[in-house]
């Protein structure tokens, strides 16, 4: 099989996802590639086939496994699954200053076409997958979100000190921490991260300058479930710093977090102590405590934020909270829950805001209801989440907000962005 441009455009990649990886093979010489298997009805022998497919993630052996190729994981009969118990180590990345990729898809067809589940047996697996040190491959579902599940570990992906490495449609549930992204260029992308203690860690993110596409989340729904009331004390997406200083210069920005579903049933939407962090396009979902937490330069551009004015307990919910940094609020709409913003701080250029109370002139002049589709007026804790599931966010004919507030309007919306 030859990997060109047209075959990975017909995939139906992000925006992001898409974009990097037509520039990496651009530059690449195309080569023959194969494909290699991995499935529990294997016998083990070669990866060649799916006869002959790896019969555990951990059998596979990656001296066989060369640039451009692509190996299928087993999900069973379409429609059921295939579990496996073993974590998915990355064993080979892509050496630097060449092309190509290496590719991990879902199995094609009837018979493999199911969800392959890595389960890591009540978190005595540290992680579901381990990337360390490595560059340059790719998780790839062919237009199904949720092919591959990674469940029950420590942490369900865990990667660190790698770059350009990419996790598209997977769905991440009931680990320890549901994500660790720490490297140069590492996304997820198109997932749905949910009912983990922690859902997203972002350490030390990186882009390096004409990369395009900076670490960070597209279009995933992080929440947690109906049974999460009241939830954890982990934010939604966490982004933290540690002795690595910050790639600068980089107009894309360290890290990104785009057109993504926040919530329902989290603490917290969103936590930021890195330098360079852009939200954009994002719709949070009516957090238990508080939707944002600014700091050092955090960029907020086409975001709507929901929360109700107190949660079940009777606490005053925080739309926005500003602690310290250079930061920039722009073409947003906040509704409900109290401005935590100091004294004397101003954003702009346009925001819209309703419902809200503290320091409201730091963010617009006035208040003014947006219109939103869905009355979300009237919702009153708790609100169930079946109704934030189904609420539409979209602006109303004639809404004095048009020009602001998220381009992910509902739940559904990042859904379809890929099914």
Known sequence: MKLTKKYIQSSKLALALSAALVLTLAGASLVEAKSLYVSKAGNNADGL????????????DW??????????????????????????????????????????????????????????????????????????????????????????????????DGSQNYFQGLEIANCGVGAHLEGDSVALVQANIHDNIKNVEIHNPGASVGTQSPSGLYACWIYNGPQAVPPGNA?????????????????????????????????????????GLKINGCLFLNAYSSSLTLRNSTELDRCTLFVTARNSLGNPKTAIRVLAGNNSIRNSIIYGGVVRIPQGLSYGPKNTQFATTGNTSALSAGLVDPLFVSPVGTYQEPVSFAVLKNANFALKPGSPAQGTGAQVTSVQAVLNQLQ
Not at 114 to 128: E, H, R
Request: hydrophobic content about 35%.
């Open 235 to 275: 934010a939604g997406i966490t982004v933290t710093a540690g002795a690595v200083p910050p790639v600068s210069g980089n107009p894309s920005g360290n890290a990104v977090i785009n057109n993504c579903v926040l919530g329902p049933n989290l603490m917290q939407g969103v936590d930021n102590g890195f330098p």
């Open 49 to 60: 086939t799916w006869q002959s497919a790896w019969n555990e993630l951990d059998q596979i």
């Open 63 to 160: 001296n066989k496994v060369e640039v451009n190729d692509e190996i299928f994981i087993d999900g069973g009969a379409y429609g059921g699954s295939m579990t496996y118990r073993k974590p998915l180590i990355i064993g080979k990345g892509i050496p630097p200053q060449s092309g190509g990729l290496i590719i991990i898809s879902q199995g094609q067809g009837l018979e493999h076409g199911g969800v392959a589940v890595i389960n890591g047996l009540n978190k005595t697996n540290f992680c579901g997958i381990q990337a360390i040190g490595k560059r340059g491959f790719v998780f790839r579902s062919y237009g199904r979100r949720g092919w591959l599940k990674v469940t029950n570990c420590t942490t369900g992906v865990y990667t660190k």
